[in-house]
């Protein structure tokens, strides 16, 4: 034998006395991540019918499991072992069983019973115990099992997360029948919120919807067992509380008493109107089996208005009131009613009407309505318009007495618009417009006399100064008058005895020719004489003539007219001073006073005599004959 055979004969050695070993000891190795399946290939003892996995060494799938390690005598030509990877359920899931033998389900039941089998692990100890075939009641949690699934089909799910604000409403599938009458399973205690299926099933639990439900959390719940549907939580607000009707529980004597007759309001817990509302919260309420009514504690403010609702909808449906009035005019009315619900009292309305929505529309909206058509038909428009405040209080009275029966609180009624008809209210508006235009017209007239009469006395006021004026004026030229006439007859005597002296200088110087010079100084003196009276008359006459002018003149104008038109004129024409820059005394002094009278008079004199010659020089310009 070549020496390159050696090794090669040495090999085959080893593994023929290995096949040696292994079939006369049939050795088996299981890993550690595997369990070993057997199935008995032939045996002297047959499965009894409709058996699938053999208890007793019978042929064909083994209960028994290989552990990992190894296993003797399980020799190639009776026994085949399949080596099946472990089963893991990852976390979040639950594994969910299928028994492929076992006893047979009761009728009626859905899901077998569970039995102690390690974690449906030991197969063996599954059937020996009774486990059933079919979908298992119970279920196995995150980890790694050695299951047969010769036995059991796996299949995971997810497990049940409910999320914040959120309640789990619970419907099972198995359990007895629901009991005649109820719509939900009783409550059973010690299921762990429905995650142990086996102790609610024992407890008595029912099929069906439930009345207990589930709060925010994760849950391992056999979705074969029950139905999670997640709804929102019953929130109730501040200002609000919560009457629950619920349509399942025990029936319980009402506890209202013979004076409410108008439904049942049982213990809470009960079927029925529960007696104590619920406060502001979030409440984990199942809605299929309870309702709650949210009733207002506030005050609720409902109109009957076009276009006008309040946040909680409860007048969405209310419009404003259309009346027909005594005298036939159609015209509507806007009103607006004020209520309020006692907490205490809130479960008596609910049972009465059944949601706040009905008592609005039940009592509220035909009483308030059919109330103001009642009073708007004892009315005409314009007395409906003008006992506007009347009409309210007796309807806040009226309408406050009646809500009283219903248990609320009628707090107030207010009368908003009211829009009586256009064909009406115009001649009236035209009317009052008119009366409004006429008592402007007779303000504005009485304004015009008031302001005519202070424009009187405002002139008057500022005439006085004037008139006082005038007046001096008069007085001065009254004794201007008189100064010019005992001027002129001063200088008539004057003229007389000049002519006097004349003449008799004459006679002295004539002498010789004393009959001529006699003649012509009589002449002469006779002359001047009759010059002298002439002009001293007529100064004389002018004087008296002006002064009987002036006279007629103030008896005919009034002393303060004439006085103001002298002094315009005298400083118009002549630019005489009113006001002297001398002053000098009365000329009438008493005889204390008589040097300074006598002064006085000669100044006084002397003025006039100005006056005098300014106005001959004036008459000249006008007349250079005169």
């Not at 899931?93 to 390690?118: F, Y």
């Amino acid at each position: 034998m070549p020496e390159f055979m050696g090794p090669f004969v040495l090999f085959i050695e080893i593994l023929v006395t290995c096949f040696f070993v292994y079939s006369f000891l049939g050795i088996v190795v299981i890993p550690e991540d595997k369990v070993g399946l057997v199935t008995k290939k032939f045996s002297s003892r047959s499965l009894a019918g409709g058996k699938i996995l053999a208890l007793h060494k019978e042929a064909g799938y083994q209960a028994d499991t290989l552990a990992p390690g190894i296993h003797l005598f399980k020799f190639w030509f009776q026994y085949r072992v399949k080596r099946e990877p472990l089963t893991v359920i990852p976390a979040g899931k639950i594994g969910l069983l299928i028994a492929r033998d076992g006893a047979e389900i009761p009728v009626g039941r859905i899901l077998g019973r569970k039995v102690e089998c390690d974690n449906y692990q030991n197969a063996m100890a599954f059937l020996e115990n009774g486990g059933q075939k079919g979908r298992q009641s119970a279920y196995i949690t995150a980890g790694s099992y050695r299951i047969n699934t010769f036995l059991f089909q796996i299949q995971t799910e997810d497990i049940t997360r409910i999320k914040d604000d959120m309640v789990g409403i619970i419907t099972t599938q198995d359990g007895a029948p629901l009991t005649m009458g109820q719509i939900a399973g009783e409550i059973i205690d010690k299921h762990n919120n429905f995650q142990d299926t086996d102790q609610f099933l024992l407890g008595g639990g029912k099929r069906g919807l439930q009345q207990q439900a589930v709060l925010a959390g994760t849950y391992n719940i056999n979705p074969w067992f029950a139905v999670v549907e997640e709804k929102p939580m019953t929130e109730i607000d501040i200002g609000y509380v919560g009457v629950v009707v619920s349509f399942a529980g025990d029936e319980t004597p009402d506890l209202t008493g013979d004076s409410f007759m108008h439904g049942n309001i049982v213990q809470n817990g009960s079927k029925g109107v529960w007696i104590t509302p619920f406060d502001p919260g979030k409440y984990a309420i199942n809605p299929y089996i309870m309702r709650v009514e949210i009733v207002p504690t506030t005050n609720i403010v409902l109109n009957w208005a076009d276009g006008r609702n309040e946040a909680h909808h409860l007048d969405d449906k209310l419009s404003t009131i259309s009346v027909i009035s005594k005298d036939g005019f159609k015209f509507s009315v806007d009103v607006s009613q004020i209520i309020h619900i006692p907490s205490k009292e809130a479960p008596k309305v609910i049972a009465r009407f059944g949601s706040m929505q009905n008592l609005v529309s039940q009592v509220l909206e035909p009483m308030i309505a059919n109330y103001f058509r009642n009073s708007a038909q004892t009315r005409e428009v314009i007395s409906f318009l003008a006992e506007r405040q009347d009409i309210q209080e007796e309807a806040k009275k009226y309408i406050a007495a009646i809500l009283r029966e219903y248990n609320v609180i009628g707090v107030d009624t207010l009368i908003g618009d009211i829009v009586p008809p256009a064909e009406l209210m115009k001649p009236l508006t035209d009317k009052k417009i008119a009366e409004k235009q006429k008592d402007a017209y007779e303000t504005q007239m009485q304004a015009q006399v008031s302001r005519q009469e202070l424009e009187k006395q405002t002139a008057i006021a500022n005439m006085q100064a004037k008139v006082v004026e005038a007046e001096r004026g008069v007085e001065i030229a009254e004794r201007n008058a008189n100064s010019n006439i005992k001027k002129a007859e001063g200088d008539a005597k004057a003229i007389e005895l000049l002519a006097g002296a004349n003449a008799k200088q004459t006679e002295l110087m004539a002498g010789a020719n004393a009959r001529q010079v006699e003649l012509m100084a009589a002449a002469t003196a006779k002359q001047t004489e009759l010059t002298g009276q002439a002009e001293a008359k007529k100064i004389m006459a002018i004087g008296e003539s002006n002064a009987e002018a002036y006279r007629k003149a103030v008896s005919a104008l009034g002393s303060s007219t004439f006085a103001f038109m002298k002094v315009m004129e005298g400083i118009a024409d002549k630019g005489v001073k009113i006001t002297p820059d001398i002053l000098f005394a009365n000329a009438g002094a008493t005889s204390g006073d008589e040097g300074t009278g006598a002064v006085s008079t000669l100044i006084g004199l002397e003025t006039l005599r100005t006056l005098r010659d300014d106005f001959s020089r004036e008459e000249t310009k006008k007349d250079p004959k005169a």
